[in-house]
Every structure is written in structure tokens, then in C-alpha cells.
């Protein structure tokens, strides 16, 4: 095949196509993905942003690429310490132009489970928790999230606790980007070797679908940049992520 | 009685300066995740077998995990918590919470900070951006009051959380007690404002001077610092930033079961326990 996606490759690609020209853009803890994202979007457009990080940096120059999406490798070669409280106010007063928050549970109108499975007081699953999703996904002018397990359980119809509300921009899985669109997420596109019947099948929420078509494969230097931030693929296997998880056999 | 600490015997020996901390204390712990935490006092606190600790931190991981682990935490306040890189979920915490062994107090991050913003700033609340539309004000009882001046906004505030203690990990004190970290702060900072007193473990000594020459350095003066212990490799099995990474097959090692053999070869095998650490 002359161009493909990985699923790996397919979430982080489309992480980094949400990133914009001259944005202040913020990668924190637990984000391996969106960090790489941020590290390739760098590397890959001819447009330069604004990146800091939950480690403090401002556009680092890391010397090698970093398991830890907290690690202080994300702070070398930067020219000031952005710290931890800077870049929460940042968000609050309005100025954080994109933020990438992690999920568990994501529904129609992108609110967040990060808290628990179950009952909050009872849980069956006491999740990590949201960070900071409360606070900067309803102040953020655009948050993105992402999930490596595309299914029923993941995108939900109804969130079992709402840690954080305010609608993602944007949400990426192994199969689909979704964007919101007048206050719910619509399919943007999907990942070209699964079928539109296969991502309304998988999806717990109903959304719109009118403006989706497959998505346009990886670029040569998005290819390049990716390849260069992995280069022997341990992020990619000790992702593992897949299409289709063991349960979810192709239609 | 001074509101500062002024002494020349705040460099005292790890066990000492855990000795400090009554079963019951709330704790502030510095740092996130695996980064720069003070996790030889963290386990100082499992060998003098402490119990019943409020840990408040907004990003907790192997810190809450050991110590839920040991039994020795009655309640946490904290915004996020996990192993982070491949690890995944704090396993130890996961159960305590599962089973009601430990109380949470869940925050977004930022709540957290506002609820020490509040101690430092002496006022009894804080109010905090964001938190429109999430469950998390409800399950606290925190309120959302109307702006006062008119503008028909409305914010929610905070109540101040005052930690016993600040525990943090420095890179480097001098003799008196001031603190020095390199790389971020993290939490560091509004937690030492915070808290009732505060208790350092640092890399290193070094001389006046090089706090003096430059004192913008400085995170904490000294004489907010009750005392001081100096502990090599303090942030073990994480990382200190430049000293050293955080030692991956280490973490690996403890997770790799909650036998206690595996706790007690844990805490056996770390710096401060091989006599490495002292200087």
C-alpha cells in the first residue's frame, strides 16, 4: 500500500491537525499522545506555534523524546519556567487557545469522565481522575481529547459522572475525528479502512455525519516528523493500539 | 514565640525530620507524579509506621500508591492520580478508594490550588475559573456565589485547605534553609504558603553564596522552613531534575505485585536505606 495509517499514527496525525498556526498550545500530564502530537506538529508545518507544556516548558527543544508526558525533558532548552499555576490562570482569563485533556468517557455534547465507573460513591472502577478538566475545558477556546478504545463503552450516551463539562473541539480515536458543530461533536471523517456503518455502530452517542468523508492520509513530513519523534516504534507498541479491540470483529 | 524559623539545627538525620509528622497530620507532598516528590520521606513515613494521613496533592501517583499500600492514609485530596508513562492506574490507591478504606476528596487541579491559595492568601475562600456544568462542586458541597459588584457573573469559591505540612524536595538548601529547585516549581511553591510548616529533603548543601548571588532563585526562604534533611537521591524511583531520571525498571519492580515481599524489597532497596544518601 503506498500510504496507510497505523492506528497509533492515526491519533496522534490528527491530534497535530487540530493544532494552529501561532496558538498557544498546552500538552499536560498522562498525554503521551497529544505531547507527540505537539512535537510533531513542530516538526511537520511550515507554520510555527506556541508550545508549552505541563513540565514548564515553552517551546523546548527536547534532546530525546520522553515516556513521561510530565517529564523535564519537555523543559529543555526552554527560555522560562511556565509553571504549573501559570498555565491554569492562563486558561481561566481566556488565553489558552488549545488545550489537549485526557477522557474515559466522552458523550455527544464532549463533556468527560475521567472520575469513576459506576456510582461516584461506590465505584466499580475509581478512575485517575480529571486533572484539570473541569477548569480548562469549559475556559479553553478549544479543547481536544482522544481515546484509543473506540467503542460503546468509551462513547457514551450517557457520561456515569460529568468530571468536566463544556463540549471538546475536537475528539480523535483509532477509527474517527470528530469536531463540534453547533454544540455537539459531528464526524469530521473517519479512518479510510473502516466504514462510516462501522463508526455509527461503534459509537454510543448519535452525531452528525453530513459533513465526514474518509480521512486524507498522512503527509510525507507528517510521516517524516512522526517516524523521527519514534524512531523504532517503542511508543507505537507500548500503545498498542489497535482498530479493532479482540471483542470488535469487523462487519 | 516567632512566626519564623531561626535556628543553626534544621539539618537534622531523615528519620528525625520525619519524627516530626503525628499520626493523623494532613500533608502536603511536592512535586507531580514521578517528578521531584519527596519520596524518601514518603517511605521514612511507612518504616516509622505512621497512620491515618490526609495527602493532599494535586497529582499524586507512586507517593499515594506506596502509602495506601502501607496503610498509613486515611484521606486524599487531589486533582489526578496515576502511575503516568505505560503504568497506567495507581493500583493500591484504585483499591483503597474500591473499597472505603481511604476517603477522596476529588478536585480538578486547579480547585486544589485555589483551596491553598486561600490559606496563603489568609482570606477563608478562593473563588476558581472553570467548573461550569462538572459533578465535582456537587459531591464537595462547594458553593457558587453572584459577583459582588454587579457584573451578573458568578464564580465558585473554594474553602481554604491548610496542610500540617509542606513536604517538599529540593534540589538544594543552604545552611539556614532556603530552598532551591531547578525546572518547575509545580505545586511547590503554594504549598509551602500554605501549610502550618514546612519540612525540605534536598540533594544538596551548598554554600551562602550561592543563594545569595542569586536570590530570584530561591523558592522558599528559610526562615519558613522548619528544618532539613539532606537526602541523595531523595526523588527515587523518580526523577530530579538535572541530578538524575526517574529509574524505570525501579517503578517496574514495585508494580510488579502487592505482595508485601515486594513492598519490603522495595523499601530496602532504596537510596536512603543503602546508606548512600547521607551526606
Redesign the interface.
Known amino acids: 500500500m503506498l500510504n496507510s495509517w497505523s492506528p497509533f499514527s492515526y491519533i496522534v496525525t490528527n491530534l497535530a491537525r487540530f493544532i494552529r498556526p501561532n496558538e498557544i498550545t498546552f500538552s499536560g ?2 498525554s ?1 499522545m497529544p505531547m507527540l502530537a505537539c512535537l510533531l506538529a513542530k516538526r511537520a508545518y511550515e507554520w510555527d506555534y506556541i508550545y508549552i507544556n ?3 516548558g515553552v517551546d523546548p527543544e527536547p534532546t530525546m523524546i520522553p ?6 525533558m519537555l ?1 529543555v532548552k526552554t527560555a522560562s ?1 511556565f ?3 501559570d498555565f ?1 490562570d492562563l ?3 481566556g488565553r489558552m487557545d488549545l488545550t489537549f485533556l485526557g477522557a474515559a468517557q466522552i458523550d455527544g455534547e464532549g ?1 468527560a469522565n ?2 469513576v465507573i459506576g456510582d ?1 460513591h ?18 479553553a477556546k478549544r479543547a481536544c481529547t482522544w481515546r484509543t478504545e473506540h467503542s460503546r463503552r468509551t462513547l457514551v450516551d450517557k457520561l456515569d ?6 463540549g471538546f473541539h475536537g475528539v480523535v480515536t483509532p477509527i474517527a475525528v470528530f469536531q463540534k458543530r453547533a454544540d455537539r461533536l459531528a464526524l469530521e471523517s473517519w479512518h479510510p479502512e473502516v466504514t462510516l456503518e462501522e463508526v455509527i455502530e461503534r459509537t454510543g452517542f448519535t452525531f452528525d455525519a453530513s459533513h465526514a468523508k474518509p480521512t486524507d492520509y498522512p503527509t510525507a513530513s507528517e510521516k517524516a516528523a512522526l517516524q523521527s519523534l519514534d524512531p523504532d516504534g517503542q511508543f507505537e507498541r ?1 500503545a498498542a493500539v489497535s482498530i479493532r479491540m479482540a471483542a470488535q470483529a469487523a462487519p | 514565640m516567632s512566626s519564623g524559623y531561626k535556628s543553626d539545627d534544621k539539618n537534622i538525620s531523615l528519620e528525625a525530620l520525619v519524627a516530626n509528622v503525628p499520626n493523623g497530620a494532613s500533608l502536603a507532598l511536592g512535586g ?4 521531584r516528590g519527596p519520596f524518601s520521606f514518603v517511605r521514612e513515613l511507612i518504616r516509622q509506621k505512621k497512620t491515618n494521613l490526609e495527602i493532599i496533592k ?2 499524586p501517583g507512586y507517593d499515594i500508591d506506596i502509602l495506601c499500600r502501607a496503610g498509613a492514609v486515611k484521606k486524599v485530596r ?5 502511575m ?3 503504568f497506567g ?2 493500583p493500591s ?2 483499591r483503597a ?2 473499597s ?1 478504606a481511604v476517603e ?1 476528596e ?6 486544589l ?1 485555589a483551596g491553598l491559595r486561600a490559606s496563603a492568601y489568609g482570606v477563608p475562600f478562593q473563588p ?9 462542586p456537587g ?1 464537595n458541597g462547594w458553593k457558587s456565589i453572584e459577583d459582588p459588584y454587579n457584573s451578573g457573573g458568578s464564580v465558585w469559591v473554594i474553602p481554604a485547605i491548610t496542610p500540617d505540612i509542606a513536604i517538599i524536595h529540593a534540589n538544594e538548601v543552604d545552611r539556614h534553609g532556603n530552598v532551591r529547585v531547578y ?5 511547590d ?2 504549598m509551602s504558603r500554605s501549610a502550618k510548616t514546612v519540612l525540605v529533603t534536598a540533594e544538596k548543601l551548598v554554600e551562602d553564596h550561592i543563594f545569595t548571588d542569586q536570590p530570584e532563585m530561591t523558592l522558599i526562604p528559610y526562615f519558613m522552613v522548619q528544618a532539613y534533611s539532606i537526602v541523595q537521591q531523595g526523588a527515587w524511583p523518580g ?1 530530579c ?2 541530578e538524575y ?2 529509574d ?1 525498571p525501579a517503578v517496574e519492580a514495585y508494580m510488579q505485585s502487592t505482595d508485601p515481599s515486594v513492598l519490603d524489597r522495595h523499601l530496602t532497596s532504596a537510596p536512603e536505606n543503602l546508606g548512600v544518601a547521607h551526606a
Not at chain 1, 515516556?67 to 523535564?72: E, G
Not at chain 1, 480529571?130 to 480548562?136: D, L, N, R, S
Open positions: 500530564v498522562n503521551s505541563v513540565a514548564g515516556l513521561s508526558s510530565s517529564d523535564p523543559a519556567i509553571d504549573n499555576e491554569y486558561c481561566t482569563r463533556s475521567n472520575s461516584w461506590s465505584p466499580k472502577v475509581r478512575l485517575p481522575g480529571g486533572g484539570g478538566g473541569a477548569v480548562m475545558l469549559p475556559t459522572f460529568r468530571t468536566s463539562w463544556g507500548d | 507531580s507524579f514521578l517528578h494535586q497529582s487531589a486533582g489526578i492520580v496515576a503516568e508513562g505505560n492506574l495507581a490507591y484504585r478508594i474500591e472505603k477522596l476529588e478536585h480538578a487541579c486547579a480547585t490550588t476558581c475559573g472553570g467548573l461550569q456544568g462538572s459533578d465535582i459531591i525546572g518547575t516549581s509545580h505545586w511553591r503554594i526523577s531534575w538535572p531520571e526517574i524505570y
